[in-house]
């Protein structure tokens, strides 16, 4: 069946660091990932999307990459900043506007 | 320009009960999602409808079921409340402008059943 999961389930960092949160998918069919990033009480938040024909995409202080090789995806994000902190979801699309999402990573930067 | 507007933010409701949640897509856009997302996990695919018509369905029991409006809203409505049923439930829609895959999400409802 489809699954979207994540490796681990908290990252903790210091300001300034560069933060990786990783992504491991299962459909190879899947085309088309988003990384969203959800804060408490809050919905998920859209941060950077990328498509299956591409394996790297750049965004404002963040870069997704895509190992369709070994089905796993990445989220860095460069010099983290407190406001950052959150849960970190991957998604695949696996069909018209419907969305498969991993566990999260909740992401701890400390000052 | 709104983005996704979702209501209530908060409702509390007990077993047996029957809930009706509301949404109202990124202005210009015919498509609305549901999500469900249960404590310390991701959100997981209910229902798309698009142009009032139900595009997919996911992994749920019929006491969940949804309808759009002609002005594109939705309503998410659920039977039979059990207390597994509490959960943010969030819409979703693209946005007009970018790609139709790109799913926004709203600020959610969290329902408590009790």
């Known amino acids: 069946g489809e699954s979207v999961g994540l490796h681990l389930p908290t990252l903790s960092v210091q300001e300034g660091d560069n933060s990786i949160i990783n992504c491991a998918y299962s459909n190879s069919a899947s085309d088309y990932f988003i990384w969203y990033k959800q804060e408490s009480g809050k919905g998920p938040q859209f941060i950077i999307d990328i498509r299956s024909n591409m394996d790297k995409r750049q965004g404002q202080r963040v870069t997704v990459l895509l190992n369709k090789t070994v089905k796993h995806l990445s989220l860095q994000i460069a010099a983290t900043q407190p406001g950052d902190s959150a849960v970190y979801f991957c998604?695949?699309?696996?069909?018209?506007?419907?969305?498969?999402f991993g566990t999260g990573t909740r992401l701890l930067v400390s000052p | 320009d709104a983005g996704v507007t979702q209501s209530p933010t908060h409702l509390i409701k007990t077993r047996g009960q029957h809930v009706t949640l509301r949404c109202s897509p990124i202005s210009g856009h015919k498509s609305v999602s549901w999500y469900q997302q249960v404590l310390g996990q991701g959100p997981q695919f209910i229902f798309q409808?698009?142009?009032?018509?139900?595009?997919g369905r996911g992994n749920f029991p019929d006491r969940f079921s949804a309808r759009q409006f002609p002005n594109y809203s939705s309503e998410l409505n659920v039977n039979a409340l059990l207390l597994g049923d509490s959960a943010l439930y969030l819409c979703a829609s693209p946005n007009p402008s970018g790609p139709t895959d790109t799913q926004y999400f709203g600020p959610g409802t969290r329902l408590t059943v009790l």
């Open positions: 998604a695949e699309s696996t069909g018209f506007q419907k969305l498969v």
């Open positions: 409808y698009y142009e009032k018509e139900e595009r």
